[in-house]
């Protein structure tokens, strides 16, 4: 029986489509930036954020679970999210 983990998951998803570095943007700001970025890459893709943040820990998990993306990769400050399939 194979054990998956997080990094043989990540080894099977394609390379990121794109990245944006977000530097310290609070949660408005990058909510909005997030929600544009997102929409340009491929059903299913997967899309890199760099946020400084201090609040970004918390708020990534919280911002995939309500838009359905799922966040693939959370080691602060770089986020990997795979964009929904709908």
Request: hydrophobic content about 40%; overall charge negative.
């Amino acid at each position: 029986m194979e054990i998956v983990t997080e990094r043989k998951i990540e080894r099977d998803l394609p390379p990121p489509e794109e990245t944006w570095d977000a530097g310290e943007l609070g949660c408005g700001e990058l909510v909005l930036g997030l929600f544009l970025r997102i929409k340009t890459i491929s059903r299913g893709g997967v899309f890199r954020v760099i946020i400084r943040d201090p609040a970004a820990p918390e708020d990534m998990p919280a911002w995939c679970r309500m838009t359905g993306h799922k966040l693939i990769r959370a080691a602060h400050p770089e986020y990997l999210i795979q964009r929904k399939e709908n």
